[in-house]
Nanobody
Framework: QVQLVESGGGLVQAGGSLRLSCVAS?????????LGWYRQTPGKERELVAEITGGGTTNYADSVKGRFTISRDNAKNTVYLQMNGLKPEDTAVYFC???????????WGQGTQVTVSS
C-alpha cells in the first residue's frame, strides 16, 4: 500500500519561510511521474499549489508564484516545497501526491499543517 508522509509544517510569522517534505513508500516518485503539492482549508476544496514533472518543469498557482519552489529527489522518493514570503492566506494543511491526467491518484496522507500569523 502506498503511503505519503508530509512533514515540515508549523507556525510562522508573515514573511517567514518553511520547507515542506513528502516521502513516499516504494518507488512511486519515479522520474516518469508528475508530483504535486496541494493545500486545503476548512470548508474549501483541496487546491493544487505546485507541480513538477519528471524532467523538472514546474507550474505554480498564481497565488504562490514567485514565493514557493517545488523540487524533487527521486532517489530519496521525496518531493519538497520551499515556501518563502508566507502570508496568512497560505494557512492550510498541505499534502503531496502523484498526478496523472490532471488528478491525484493515491490516497492522501495526513498532511502537514502550516499556520501563518499576521
Amino acid at each position: 500500500q502506498v503511503q505519503l508522509v508530509e512533514s515540515g509544517g508549523g507556525l510562522v510569522q508573515a514573511g517567514g519561510s518553511l520547507r515542506l517534505s513528502c516521502v513516499a513508500s516504494g518507488t512511486i516518485f519515479s522520474y516518469k511521474n508528475i508530483l504535486g503539492w496541494y493545500r486545503q482549508t476548512p470548508g474549501k476544496e483541496r487546491e493544487l499549489v505546485a507541480e513538477i514533472t519528471g524532467g523538472g518543469t514546474t507550474n505554480y498557482a498564481d497565488s504562490v508564484k514567485g514565493r514557493f519552489t517545488i523540487s524533487r529527489d527521486n532517489a530519496k522518493n521525496t518531493v519538497y516545497l520551499q515556501m518563502n514570503g508566507l502570508k496568512p492566506e497560505d494557512t492550510a494543511v498541505y499534502f503531496c501526491n502523484v498526478r496523472f491526467a490532471g488528478r491525484a491518484i493515491y490516497s492522501w496522507g495526513q498532511g502537514t499543517q502550516v499556520t501563518v500569523s499576521s
